[in-house]
């Protein structure tokens, strides 16, 4: 089954970088398309960012021109490269994968047109101001 996890959240200030990964395992990673998506304590989860097998990005409004997005098909990773950190960044980050046009899991979020039914457990990234 498809299995993904997490890694690279911490503390930094705000104007500060961090680089999160996820390794995936369990399927064939080039057939799904993968995202991040971020929770903060007290909102919706929202999506950050999405790529697909093709390596076409999207991106919300607020992260645009500060985050990358980009994935490592020989090693099943994915990354979200994020620069000028600003405390509003604060949340949950978790790394998500999908399919289907069609929610498939119990658990399933919509961004940028696509459907997200498999997520990691999640990494914590905290900015200070």
């Known amino acids: 089954q498809v299995q993904l996890v997490e890694s690279g959240g911490g503390s930094v200030q705000a104007g500060g970088s961090l680089r999160l990964s996820c390794a995936a395992s369990?399927?064939?990673?080039?057939?799904?398309?993968m995202g991040w998506f971020r929770q903060a304590p007290g909102k919706e989860r929202e999506g950050v960012a999405t790529?697909?097998?093709?390596?076409?990005?999207s991106y919300a409004d607020s992260v645009k021109g500060r985050f990358t997005i980009s994935q490592d098909n020989a090693k099943n990773t994915l990354y979200l490269q994020m620069n000028s950190l600003k405390p509003e960044d604060t949340a949950m980050y978790y790394c998500?994968?999908?399919?289907?046009?069609?929610?498939?899991?119990?658990?399933?979020?919509?961004?940028?047109?696509?459907?997200?039914?498999?997520w990691g457990q999640g990494t914590q990234v905290t900015v200070s101001s």
């Open positions: 369990g399927y064939t990673y080039s057939s799904y398309y």
């Open positions: 998500a994968a999908g399919r289907l046009p069609v929610c498939s899991s119990t658990y399933c979020y919509i961004f940028a047109g696509k459907v997200f039914g498999y």
């Open positions: 790529i697909d097998s093709d390596g076409s990005t």
